[in-house]
């Protein structure tokens, strides 16, 4: 890039590169080239359904560069119609950075990040095209899919504008271009000039235009092909970006308007000296904004402009008010973009700079009529409407005013009905449906659940109507006055505007062409009007005109335009069904005759559709008895009548087929019929499909409220159902899916309070609802119902958590994610009128109707009462629901009160009065007092409190002295009912009445507000949403406006003194104070980090890319959270026979298995991972870990440990592996075979052979491995048992192998073992909990259960073995008890167990119990014999020795004796009490020396001659949730939920001290870095909040403290070790001193979200441009993670950087993956990080360059990860039980699995020479060989 002189006037890329020989270029997916006929060239075409898969990149290779220098980049392409389509630029900085600019007409909003700009690009459309027009009224193009008429594109990116105002950078050079399907594309190139493609060569030179001037004509291999005549423009597209004018919204890339004679360039001056063009940002680019940048950058409005006058259209007949149609903005604006904007001024607007709008002139015609309602602020409309007259003036462009103009543009609306919920239509397409919501018409497309709106009305919306092309739209209000509007439904406008003299406007029906419409309503004598309007060349903007009325006594419900004739009508209603007609101007009917039925009250009427003949057409109407009448129109007669009667129950649960029969019917209420079958609504809920013939059901859909409206769509795939409860939703015919559209309130909307942390929104409302919604998806995620009527509600600022105050004064406070109440409270008397929170979640506060005022402690769970105060607050209701306000620093709470004349401000913490103002004497001169409303404080600056009044004022009241700052005079034309103001305090907004307005917060301009209407009743509660870019009313519904004010860094203005005060002085928070506050983009460091207010920006994408760029930003719907109830849709199909198999097999089946009530019987530790079939082990030999060693006994286990003294083998299991241990070394050899929990062992006599069991997973059978110990190799696999197993033994030769399963198949099985072939096997009735052999015969064995004790005989036949098992129940004496374990005794005896504590003797050659004796008080679960001594073990823990050899004396008798009168002695030697119940044991054949395992994980040595007892192995009993080496790595330390942390030397892996908490469980544990033993110290947390600090030199606790009030989930000595840095479950970071035990500070930035990493690294910060010596990061739950420098030796301590990383909705039943973050040890200044998001990966940031550099795809979500300091290891583990062990440098892996759970923990040793893993209890070491 020496010399760049070659690079002039342009370089043609594809050509630079040699595109097609693909060599210095990569193509990826469907590439293919093909000749356009337009263009008369070759292009090329990308294709793929993920754009992220099909791509052209260049250069190829990532590490090399274009190194195109050019400021501005050209592309030709064209958007494939319906898709999406990507495109990366990779353009490199002066300083060295590389930045991603992406733009796709897949993102909905601009994003970014210090290296990535990502800009929606919204496509344009063919000139004329309806398309077009949509985009023209919208002021922008169509977001989503390319249009099908989309043209093709020249696309110029001004690189070094885009780099200098979005990142404050200087543009370097074009690194390298990614093009993603899907698009055509013709060429692409770089140049210095400013070219223009709608210019020619000729033209050029005539204008003077050459590349001297840095201008110039396109070059003819870049141009497109203009036929002789033709325009450019006319044909294709040119987008400028960024575009020269201000009327385009900077934050995406569209088309403008191009007016090719108006753009003069010769005067440019060139582009190296050309001033920055002046734009508007956004909040998320303001952030990346410096603060000279914020000051100097933006330009002030030009003042001196000349007069200009274009095209004054004809004056036609306009209202002097303003309302719907009448909106400032373009002549066929989209309606969706003009959500009821006004200026406060009635007559003009002033012009915005270059804008076109100017000054609106409203004249009212002479014949026009308009009806001004007292001091109303609705407008009403006539026709013709035509559009207003743009008129700009010299002098008016001077007026400054309120930018930008509209502020507000209404969004989404939550609601449906109002007047009625029996209006609801398709369009055409079947693509969208169009309602009403009280005074507004939304039109809702089911696929993006985007809204646009048809505005107009002002009062609520009665009947809706489409003529059968779904182009024109009527509409009708309800009132005394009542209005119809016909629109132009694609574009959005209004054609014309007319009354009918009467009221309640029911029905609206159009006929088919559109030429007719039909509607019905009540005259002004309350008799029935029907009216018929000519509306046929409304299109053309003619009148319409009345072609017939009639006034009639008939009552008509429904009323439909034939759609055969237009001038033939059906009408029903209450005792009538009749046929209209309008023949020579006159309206006439004639009715049904309905004979017997002349009673009835009909609903709705519908014809059959697909025959056009009169002569047989059949009309069906419905009735509320509930039936359907089938009508010959042409005959007038009634030729079938059915009834839809309930069901009639002949079994419990089976419901017969529907008839028509007599009895009571059910109300039909709606009936849609197409050509296939007929659709009815009725009123118990159901949508039932009929064939025509109504013979039976074929579907049906139920709904929580009677069904008001049914429609199918013009293809008869989907049935559109509305609810009288205000639902809206539609059954898809083939696929029987039901979809919920929208879900409302049935009543006024009171409050609502917003969750910005989820973007959750709650109501209450008048039905008695507290509803929970989904702000981007619009669903309802919870609904609460109470009796109770709620009166005003609140959200917790970071947790999930809300409170709702109640008529009844209840207060109740909820957690959304239990959906439980958290607490109740009942101290107030009157009805609620306030309920706040104060921004930093310690307190809350509420209000009642009867002066008393509440706070509480809202960082307790159950919001505990501090104090009440009485009559402090005015009495009464009308301040309700936000009659208190808290400051933004939390320290002052206000509101009104004791009397309606004062306001209080108090201390928030305290509730003790600080100040009274009284407004009533504010204003001397006014006639009456006035009274306080409202109350608000301003949040940029709490000395100011704005107090709306009664006299519709609003007053700026000083909160320290309590003078009057400001006034504001006529707010509204009536009283305010709600007042806020902007988080950076430049905007406040209030609401009067049933509008909106949004004010200039300082008031220095010419026109300070501007007004939104829409709302159809009194607005009750108005507020800026959490993250600024929106804005909430309610009131008859919920409406979501989009704020649309220019960020703070483009105002020049200062005159505010507030703003600019704070500007120029930040206050910067003390280092212990509470970090709260407005957060400006002043371009100083924060101190508090912001919390996300949307989907948060995507980060860079994957070197390897391996990154779906469609998961860039959430779409609405990708919120997969269903509703809080279901529709249940059955299928009731008479031809197929009746669905009665899973009835019966649940009859045969029987009653489940119930475990047994003894201890002895194994339970598998429930687990919900299962094993990845798919993870293949490494090959033997090539393993980057060995297993070296296994911490820990599984207590679970029930004889899983053997021993044999002579042979020296001692194997127990820990998981699924089988430890054996050589106990004169130490070491370990481990058997590996097993995927499940290991149940039990078994060995042979020669102890040459261990069998061990293990259950099955996902319903397969258990697996017994039979291991040869010498080589540690499986001989053999046996997989029989259905359950678990529940015991092994073998025979005393070791001819035979016994297996017994577990209480689910209590299965006896016999085995060879030198084949392991079954041999024989027996059921027994009940639970088996023990087996074993007989010492002295080997064809002898024996069982114990549930049902006795079971004596077996083997008997041979040749080949043949057959089993002999006799049954004996257990002896009267001892009970009802469980027999648990068994030995044998000499040859003759045999010992058994109860639940209860006895051991009963039986002769074996009788088989009869010869005595009893009570060994002990709990279970006995372990008996062993060696001689004459028998070992007990019991659930109490005790460890029992007996002498028993005076049994051989007893003799047989008749009645069973017990010790006590036996005579007999039964002697105790010896008693040892265990740390567990025993459920393992092993002794040599004199018992005086043994090992015995125990519930707790232990292994205990026990010699009974010394009564000694030895720890062989210990290990924790419940999970284990931490484990870290010291620095030396000669200990490590583990912490569990038992409360202990253990302290383990190594090598010897050996128990060297164990600190235990009671009644607490120790969740994180770290060491100090001390490398000495006298000053290594180990630090815990613990669930009650504490840290306690353990000295290892001296086995003590040396600190206790106590920093935190929840759970500790991560800790962490500073790099240093001056403090230690803990992490709470609620995302507070503690500072702690390990000197004094004092907590330094707090770090609330993670507040809310629970912390799961700490990490500390030592690293110089000054290379990021900060002071310190060591970083540490933090990750929480909600896929943050922060990066901060320290230096604690001088108590700094800043933030580095801050990463949000992007999810969908997690939808799965459990909790989501853990978010993990970790420094590479390698490099500190690269952090990986790994969580739930978009797709399972590893992630690598640099901090130096702030962006991630690579990405490593997992197959799973990582539960565990681990970094290696050497081999760039990284280990990797996850719920699916697999340990990955991957090379970050190749990416390649080896898989592990050896756990039988899901991993939560694996840790490298600090020199990466050995690796800790662990799932549940089981500790795994491993020593690493490198991959």
């Known amino acids: 890039m020496a010399s760049k002189g070659w690079q002039h006037p342009y370089v043609n890329i594809f050509k630079h590169v040699r ?140 690189l070094q504008c885009t780099l200098s105002v979005y990142l404050n950078r200087c543009y370097s050079h074009l690194k390298s271009v990614k093009l993603c399907a899907n698009m055509a594309v013709k060429n692409m190139f770089t140049s210095d000039l400013l070219l223009d493609p709608g210019v020619s060569f000729s033209e050029a030179k005539l204008k003077g235009l050459a590349s001297s001037q840095g201008t110039g004509p396109m070059p003819r291999d870049m141009s497109f092909p203009v036929p002789k005549g033709g325009s450019w423009h006319d044909l294709y597209d040119y987008i400028r970006f960024p575009s020269e004018g201000t009327k385009l919204p900077f934050d995406s890339i569209q088309k403008g308007s191009p007016k090719p004679e108006a753009r003069c360039v010769s005067n440019q001056r060139s582009p ?110 006539c026709t013709p409407v035509p559009h207003p007259v743009h008129l700009l003036s010299s002098k008016e462009t001077r007026r400054r005013k309120l930018l930008p103009d509209p502020i507000l543009r209404l969004n989404r609306i939550i609601g449906f009905g109002g007047a009625t919920t029996k209006c609801a239509l398709w369009t055409n397409s079947g693509d969208a449906v169009v309602y009403p919501c009280h005074a507004i018409i939304v039109s809702l497309k089911i696929s993006s659940n985007q809204q646009r709106f048809f505005i107009g009305h002002t009062d609520k919306v009665s009947a809706l109507a489409f003529n059968g092309s779904t182009t024109l739209l009527a509409s009708a209000q309800t009132g005394n006055h009542s209005v119809v509007r016909v629109w132009n439904y694609h574009k959005g406008n209004c054609l014309a505007m007319f009354r009918i003299h009467a009221h309640s406007l029911s029905s609206l029906s159009f006929s088919y062409s559109g030429g007719i419409l039909c509607g019905v309503g009540k005259d002004s004598h309350s008799k029935t009007m029907v009216v018929v309007w000519n509306t046929l060349n409304v299109n053309e903007g003619g009148e319409v005109t009345v072609l017939a009325k009639a006034h009639t006594d008939v009552d008509i419900h429904t009323m439909k335009v034939a759609f055969f004739d237009d001038t033939r009508m059906v009408s029903c209603g209450r005792d009538n069904v009749r046929l209209w007609r309008v023949r020579n101007g006159a309206l006439r009917s004639c009715p049904v005759n309905l004979g017997e039925y002349h009673s009835m009250d009909f609903t709705d009427v519908a014809f059959e559709e697909g025959n056009s003949c009169l002569d047989d057409q059949t009309l069906f109407a419905s009735s509320r008895s509930g039936y359907i009448f089938e009508i010959d129109y042409s005959r007038v007669v009634i030729r079938n009548v059915r009834r839809l009667l309930p069901a009639q129950q002949q079994h419990a649960n089976r419901r017969e087929k529907w008839t028509f029969n007599t009895g009571p019917g059910i109300a039909i209420n709606s009936i849609s019929v197409c050509s296939s079958f007929c659709a009815t609504g009725s009123e118990d809920g159901f949508l039932r499909l009929w064939p025509l013939d109504f013979s039976a059901v074929f579907l049906e859909a139920e709904h929580e409220g009677p069904v008001s409206l049914v429609s199918v769509s013009s293809d008869s795939l989907q049935v559109l159902a509305g609810t009288s409860t205000g639902n809206l939703g539609f ?160 320290r002052c709470l206000a509101f009104v009160g004791p009397s309606e004349f004062l306001v209080t401000i108090a201390d928030s913490r305290s509730l003790d009065e600080l100040l009274h103002v009284d407004v ?148 910067l928070a003390q280092p212990d104070a509470k970090m709260s506050g407005p957060q400006l983009s002043n371009g100083m460091p924060r101190r508090a980090v912001p919390l996300p207010f949307s989907s948060p920006p995507q980060l860079e994408v994957s070197a390897l890319d391996q990154v779906d760029l469609e998961a860039t930003g959430s779409s609405p719907t990708s919120d997969s959270r269903p509703d809080a109830s279901f529709l249940k849709i059955t299928k009731l199909d008479s031809t197929s026979p009746p669905n009665t198999t899973q009835m019966d097999t649940v009859e045969l089946k029987g009653k489940k298995p119930v475990h047994p009530d003894c201890y002895r019987h194994f339970i598998p530790r429930f687990k919900t991972s299962t094993l990845d079939q798919s993870a293949k082990a490494p090959q033997p030999g090539e393993e980057c870990i060995k297993l070296k060693a296994v911490i820990g006994y599984n207590g679970n286990g029930r004889g899983n440990m053997v021993w044999s003294p002579d042979q020296g083998l001692f194997a127990y299991s820990c998981g699924c592996v089988v430890v054996v241990e050589y106990l004169h070394t130490g070491s370990q050899r481990h058997l590996q075979g097993h995927s499940e929990e290991i149940s039990c062992l078994a060995v042979t006599n020669d102890a040459q052979t261990v069998a061990s069991a293990s259950g099955g997973s996902n319903g397969n059978r258990s697996l017994i491995c039979i291991w040869d110990v010498q080589n540690g190799i499986c001989r053999n696999t046996i997989s029989y ?230 720890r062989l192995v210990s290990g924790h009993k419940t999970k284990v949730n931490d484990v870290v080496f010291s620095s030396d790595e000669r200990h490590f330390a583990t912490c569990s939920e038992d409360g202990s942390v253990r302290v383990w030397s190594s090598p010897s892996n050996e128990l060297v001290v164990q600190f235990q908490v009671l009644n607490q469980a120790c969740g994180c544990v770290c060491w100090s870095h001390s490398s000495t033993n006298d000053n290594a110290y180990v630090a815990a947390g613990y669930s009650d909040g504490t840290l306690r600090i353990f000295q290892l030199a001296s086995s003590e606790m040396e600190l206790k403290l106590h920093p935190h009030h929840v759970a500790v989930t991560a800790i962490q000595y500073s790099a240093n070790g001056h403090v230690i840095l803990s992490a709470g479950k609620n995302g507070l970071v503690a500072v702690s001193s390990p000197v004094n035990g004092a907590t330094i500070r707090f770090i609330r930035d993670h507040k809310g979200a629970s912390i799961t990493t700490i990490q500390c690294v030592n690293e110089q910060c000054k290379k990021f441009g900060l002071e310190g010596n060591e970083v540490w990061l933090a990750a929480s739950a909600d896929r943050r993670v922060s990066v901060w420098a320290a230096d604690w030796s001088k108590d700094t301590c800043d933030l580095l950087d801050w990463l949000t990383f992007p999810a969908p909705a997690y939808v799965e039943d459990d909790s989501p993956p853990p978010s993990l973050a970790a420094f590479c040890p390698a490099d500190p200044s690269l952090v990986v990080y790994t969580g739930f998001g978009v797709e399972r990966e590893l992630s690598f940031y640099s901090l130096a360059k702030k962006q991630i550099i690579k990405k490593i795809a997992l197959p799973h979500w990582a539960t565990c990860f681990s970094l290696s300091c050497k081999s760039h290891l990284i280990a990797v583990g996850s719920k699916e039980r697999v340990l990955k062990l991957i090379k970050s440098t190749s990416g390649r892996f080896q898989d592990f699995t050896q756990h039988s759970d899901s991993l939560q923990t694996c840790r490298f040793s600090p020199s990466g020479r050995l690796l800790f893993t662990v799932a549940y209890n089981e500790i795994l070491l491993w020593e690493v060989q490198g991959l």
């Open 731 to 890: 059954l898809n015919v083939s696929s029987r899916g039901y979809n919920t559209l929208m879900r409302s309130h049935t009543d006024t909307v009171l409050g609502f309070s917003v969750d910005g942390l989820r973007r959750h929104l709650t109501t209450a409302s008048s039905d008695g609802t507290v509803r929970i919604w989904n702000m981007d998806s619009l669903h309802q995620l919870y609904d609460f119902v109470s009796e109770d009527s709620p009166c005003s509600v609140a959200f917790h600022p970071s947790e999930q958590v809300f409170s709702c105050g109640f008529s009844s004064g209840i207060v109740r406070v909820f957690d959304i994610s239990s959906a439980k109440i958290l607490a109740e409270h009942k101290q107030h008397r009157g009805e609620m009128v306030g309920l706040a929170f104060s921004p930093d979640g310690e307190f809350m506060y509420s209000a009642d109707s009867e002066g008393s005022l509440a706070l509480y402690n809202a960082s307790e769970e159950d919001h505990n009462v501090i104090r009440v105060v009485c009559n402090v607050v005015a009495r009464g209701t009308e301040r309700a629901p936000d009659a208190l306000t808290v400051s933004s620093d939390s």
């Open 1281 to 1510: 048992h259905r359950g678990a197993v529940q015991s092994l033994a073998f025979s005393r030769d070791d001819r035979f192998f016994l297996s017994a399963g577990d209480f689910s198949d209590p299965e006896v099985a016999l085995w060879s073992s030198k084949t392991f072939q079954l041999l024989s096997s027996v059921s027994i009735p009940g639970p088996i909990h023990d087996t074993a052999f007989s010492p002295s015969a080997a064809s002898q064995l024996a069982c114990v259960g549930s049902q006795g004790v079971y004596f077996c005989l083997i008997h041979m036949h040749g080949l043949d073995v057959d089993l002999e098992v006799q049954r004996m129940k257990a002896p009267a004496e001892v009970g009802d008890v469980e027999l648990t374990a068994l030995c044998y005794h000499m040859d003759s005896f045999l010992f058994t167990a109860t639940n209860r504590g006895h051991v009963c003797v039986w002769d074996v050659n009788t088989q009869r119990c010869l005595m009893t004796w009570e060994a002990d008080k709990g279970e006995i679960g372990l008996l062993l014999c060696r001689g004459n001594r028998l070992l007990t073990g019991s659930s109490t823990r005790w460890l029992r020795l007996w002498e028993v050899e005076a049994v051989r004396e007893v003799k047989p008798q008749e009645k069973i004796c017990s010790v006590e009168n036996s005579g007999t002695m039964v002697v105790l030697e010896q008693e040892i009490m265990l740390d567990g119940t025993t459920v393992s044991a092993a002794f040599d054949s004199t018992m005086d020396m043994g090992i015995v395992g125990t519930t707790a994980g232990t292994l205990w040595y026990i010699n009974w001659s010394d009564n000694s007892s030895i």
């Open 272 to 381: 190296v000296r050309e001033a920055p063009c002046r734009i508007n940002l956004s909040k998320p680019v303001q952030d990346r904004v410096s603060l000279i940048q914020q000051i100097t950058t933006p330009k002030s409005f030009p003042r001196n402009r000349s007069p200009l006058v274009t095209n004054i259209p004809e004056l036609g007949v306009v209202s002097i008010h303003q309302k719907g149609d009448w909106l400032p903005h373009n002549d066929d604006q989209h309606l969706q973009e003009s959500a009821c904007s006004a200026s406060h001024q009635l007559t003009f607007r002033p012009p915005c700079g270059t804008d076109d709008r100017g000054v609106y002139v409203y004249v009212q015609h002479e014949d026009s009529f308009c009806k001004l309602g007292e001091e109303s602020e609705d407008e009403v409309a």
């Open 19 to 158: 595109l097609e020989d693909w060599k210095r270029s990569a193509k990826e997916g469907d590439v293919s080239t093909y000749t356009n006929k337009m263009l008369k060239c070759s292009v090329f075409q990308i294709r793929g359904p993920v754009p992220a898969n099909s791509y052209i990149l260049v250069p190829k290779n990532s590490n090399q560069s274009l190194g195109l220098t050019g400021r501005y980049f050209y592309l030709l392409f064209r958007p494939t119609p319906g898709k999406y389509f990507v495109v990366h630029l990779d353009v490199s900085a002066e300083e060295g950075q590389i930045v991603r600019i992406s733009f796709s007409n897949m993102f909905k909003e601009f994003k970014s990040t210090s290296t990535w700009l990502q800009f929606p690009f919204l496509c344009g459309a063919a000139k004329d095209s309806v398309y077009e027009s949509t985009s023209k009224s919208a002021r922008h193009g169509l977001v989503g899919p390319a249009p099908t008429s989309v043209r093709w594109t020249c696309l110029m990116l001004d």
């Open 920 to 1067: 009533s004497i504010l204003d001397m001169d006014s006639p009456r007092l006035d009274s306080a409303l409202k109350v608000c404080f301003s949040p940029a600056s709490t000395e100011h409190l704005l107090v709306a009044t009664s006299a519709n004022k609003i007053l700026w009241v000083s909160t320290k002295t309590g003078r009057l700052l400001r006034e504001l005079s006529k707010v509204h034309k009536h009283q305010c009912s709600s007042l806020a103001v902007s988080e950076d305090s430049r905007f406040l907004l209030t609401a009067g009445h049933n509008a909106v307005k949004v004010w200039d917060y300082s008031m220095q301009l010419d026109i300070n507000s501007q007004m939104f209407i829409g709302h159809s009743q009194p607005i009750r509660q108005v507020s800026f949403t959490p993250d600024q870019l929106g804005v909430v009313s309610v009131g008859d519904a919920i409406f979501l406006w989009d704020f649309l004010a220019h960020p703070v860094d483009s105002l020049t203005d200062s005159r505010s003194p507030l703003r600019s005060s704070y500007i120029s002085a930040p206050k």
